[in-house]
């Protein structure tokens, strides 16, 4: 009965890793989605409160017409998107 619970709570633990391991790991973004260019931080747009940044003005009008394809390949690039800052009324 020992062995028995000491395996689940291994297989527990390894799914917490892996949950844990597929956010905790991400960068920062540091690459426009659209061109693969190197971001400039005053250009951005946000969807879903979440913050993309972009390498020129190009980029914006193609990331709207599907905001979250381009998210979806920054997440797969290993980069993550900002959370949009809160602002004070």
Do not use: W
Request: charge should be positive; proline fraction near 6%.
């Amino acid at each position: 009965m020992r062995q028995k619970s000491s395996v689940i709570l291994s297989t527990i633990s390894l799914f917490a890793l892996l949950a844990f391991s597929t956010t905790a790991f991400a960068a920062a973004q540091t690459t426009c989605p659209v061109m693969g260019a190197k971001i400039n931080k005053e250009l951005y747009a946000d969807h879903n409160g979440e913050r993309v940044y972009f390498c020129c003005m190009a980029c914006p009008p193609q990331f709207e017409k599907d905001p979250q394809k381009f998210i979806d390949k920054l997440k797969a690039m290993g980069q993550e998107t900002e959370k949009v800052p809160v602002t004070k009324s």
